[in-house]
């Protein structure tokens, strides 16, 4: 079949008729040709655009659906170009990798697929074991409805399959698909014995963890070791780069494997972590060995899969700490910039190996530009192409741990043209530590700076505290409405009886003004000033009707109450107040951060667990990421209950931290602190603190 052949029929279907992520989709056609084009850099600009428009973010349009009859000749034509990647394509849409079910067109794409299975199924005995190898995961996404069949025939076709790298496709496979096939399972305990390939065992050790039948730790240490002994095959870069998304992910691949001997390790560690899923002391033995070994290429492939498991599962890590601190101080030059790295996503959770931290960051450049491959430490500050510099990770936590050896280190950034633009958070996280920066925090509060320069160095004088007040009430108040500007000048006036005399009358202007979350804010920071409830009370229940603002009047309310006691504010709050508090809690908002924030309050208020009982179980139900907030709120009505106490034990005994449940991988600074203060609070409210945390590895 030639080119003419391959693309039959593919100028009459209605392309500018049909729509992609971006549009009229008159361009698929060319696409496709690029997909099978000789040279491989107009393959891959072809791929990223194929993925970035006709298959975007894993989307399937009606012209996704138009191109698989293309795809599939690409596929399974001898000698066109770019087959193992129309290949990858085709399982992509299909819908491989997906944890729940089909459904809408990548449903439809997965069926039309399905029913080409014997030209797909022909594919595992190509001459080229690219296609061999790229296939498998396409046969798993469409022979998901006869499963017993497919891992029977995979397993047969294994047995006689040369190349390594299809064999493991295939063991990945049959995880996939057999969840309790005695005779899969036997197989893949078969291989971790008697296959000759390293990679290979490890796979299988690997899926049988996945399906629940793990081998001691011990085993997969001694695998990995294995793997690590064979002679070196290093990876041959593909020797072309491309402006596109697709290519910069090769190209930073290239890079990362650039040098070194056993470049096939990294996944595969990282595999066999992840099987091991919520066993964690397993978990930590596999990586402590890597963090340990005198191979460096293992060091480095260990430290990703053990950040992962520190952000990902709850555990006291001090020993995986202490190593990775030490790999930075001492590693090899390979390996100390990724363990920096590790350490400087930790947030408060480094506070043990803070001595390392502050030798790391004295040791650091000063200032460097960005560069996606750079192999040093984090600097002091970052220079972007087209952004303004910011503060380097590392003496960004440094601050956070409120450590005073950041101090002059800030200082020097204050002096910085142009300001970094997280320069004032920075100063921020050292808290009343960073007192002698004042002056020059107040300073560049005096020049014309960005809103976020500005929300920093504001959040800075704010933290430092009443050391701050001379330099930082001329500036606060002049600059306006601000929540900020508001708490600041409350946590100044109230450390100063004089500043508070002409700190009131701003605020209470402030609060009467247009912006809700500002005014409320305001009436926050003079109720510290003038303790007068009755006021505040008032105000801010006229905010809780506010769509934007009840969240945080609710919270202000709360704040009034505990810190009065509850007896001026019970007095103070009416039954308007009552009442609109109520209709906040039987409100179903998507979130359920309003209900919980108005329980909470109404607890705070009346101290009546009858109230609020209820709706904080269903919010800690419906909306997890609501229950730090359920759990403040249990606190101010006493001792826990046995229903509730049933809830937090079941909650101290889940093994993954609350922000990485529900299918959510993803990553967000200071998840790990939020997680780590939550199980604290949890166990404050506990009879005996709800039992031992977990030993220290």
């Known amino acids: 079949m030639d080119d003419a052949d391959v693309f039959a029929g593919l100028d009459a279907v209605a392309w500018k008729r049909l ?82 079910p089909l459904a809408g067109r990548t449903r439809t794409a997965n069926a039309t697929l399905a029913a080409e299975r014997p030209r797909f199924l022909a594919l595992l005995h190509d001459a080229d074991a690219q296609v061999r190898a790229a296939v498998v995961p396409l046969l798993r996404a469409i022979c998901a409805e006869a499963p017993e069949a497919t891992v029977g025939l995979l397993r047969r076709h294994a047995d006689a399959e040369p190349d390594p790298l299809v064999r493991r496709a295939i063991v990945t496979a049959v995880a996939g698909l057999a969840t309790t096939d005695p005779a899969a399972i036997a197989w893949l305990e078969g291989l971790t014995t008697a296959e000759p390939d390293a990679g290979l065992r490890l796979g299988a050790l690997a899926a049988l963890a996945r399906l629940g039948v793990p081998a001691p730790a011990e085993t997969a240490v001694a695998l990995i070791a294995a793997g690590y002994s064979v002679p070196p095959a290093p990876a041959a870069p593909a020797g072309f780069q491309t402006d596109t998304l697709v290519g910069k ?175 004032g958070w920075a100063v921020a996280g050292l808290g009343p530590v960073a007192a002698p920066l004042a002056p020059a925090v107040a300073a560049r509060l005096d020049e014309p700076l960005p809103p976020r320069h500005r929300d920093g160095l504001v959040a800075a004088l704010r933290a430092i505290g009443p050391a701050a007040a001379r330099e930082a009430l001329p500036v606060l108040l002049a600059a306006g409405p601000d929540p900020v500007n508001a708490e600041a000048l409350g946590r100044l006036g109230a450390a100063d009886p004089a500043t508070a005399g002409t700190v009131l009358p701003v605020l209470r202007g402030w609060a009467a003004g247009p912006d809700a979350r500002g005014a409320v804010a305001a009436t926050l920071a003079a109720w510290t000033l003038d303790a007068d409830t009755d006021t505040a009370v008032a105000a801010l229940t006229r905010h809780l009707g506010d769509e934007a603002a009840a969240v945080v009047a609710a919270r202000a309310l709360g704040t009034v109450a505990r810190c009065s006691d509850g007896t001026a504010a019970t007095a103070a709050a009416g039954a308007g107040t009552l009442d609109r508090l109520g209709a906040l809690v039987r409100r179903r908002d998507r979130y359920g951060h309003t209900a919980v924030a108005a329980a909470h309050a109404l607890a705070a208020i009346t101290g009546d667990a009858t109230l609020v009982r209820a709706p904080l179980e269903h919010a800690w139900a419906r909306h997890p990421l609501t229950r730090p907030a359920v759990v403040a709120a249990w606190a101010e009505l006493g001792p826990p209950d046995a229903r509730t106490r049933a809830l937090l034990a079941a909650e101290l005994a889940e093994p993954r931290r609350l922000y990485r449940r529900g299918g959510n991988p993803g990553f967000s600074y200071g998840e790990l602190d939020q997680d780590e203060a939550f199980v604290a609070a949890m166990r404050a409210l506990m009879p005996g603190g709800g039992g031992d945390p977990a030993p220290a590895r």
């Open 249 to 423: 992910i090769r190209q930073m691949r290239e890079h990362l494997h650039a040098g070194r001997g056993h470049p096939q390790m990294d996944e595969l560690v990282r595999a066999v972590s992840d099987a091991y899923g919520d066993r964690v002391d397993d978990r930590i033995t596999v990586l402590l060995a890597g963090l340990r070994s005198a191979d460096a290429e293992w060091q480095l492939d260990a430290l990703h899969p053990a950040s992962n498991l520190v952000h990902g599962w709850r555990g006291r890590y001090t020993h995986i700490l202490r190593r990775i601190a030490d790999l930075a101080l001492t590693g090899e030059p390979v390996v100390r910039p990724r363990a920096a790295g590790v350490l400087a996503d930790l947030g408060r959770f480094a506070a043990p190996v803070a001595d390392a931290l502050a030798e790391l960051v004295e040791s650091a450049e000063r200032r460097a530009p960005h560069t996606p491959l750079r192999r040093a430490l984090p600097p002091w500050i970052i220079q972007w192409p087209t952004e303004p510099p910011t503060v380097g990770r590392l003496l960004a936590l440094l601050a956070r741990l409120g450590d005073p050896r950041a101090v002059p280190m800030l200082a020097w950034v204050l002096e910085q043209e142009p300001l970094p633009g997280d320069a």
């Open 19 to 100: 729509r992609h992520a971006y549009g009229c989709a008159a361009g698929v056609p060319a696409i496709l040709r690029g997909l099978a084009d000789p040279d491989p850099a107009v393959r891959e600009v072809a791929l990223d655009q194929f993925y970035g428009v006709v298959h975007h973010q894993g989307d399937v349009y009606r012209c996704t659906l138009e191109t698989l009859p293309f795809l599939t000749r690409i596929a399974t034509t001898p000698g066109v170009p770019g087959r193992a990647a129309a290949i990858e394509l085709l399982a992509s849409v299909a819908g491989a990798g997906w944890d729940q």
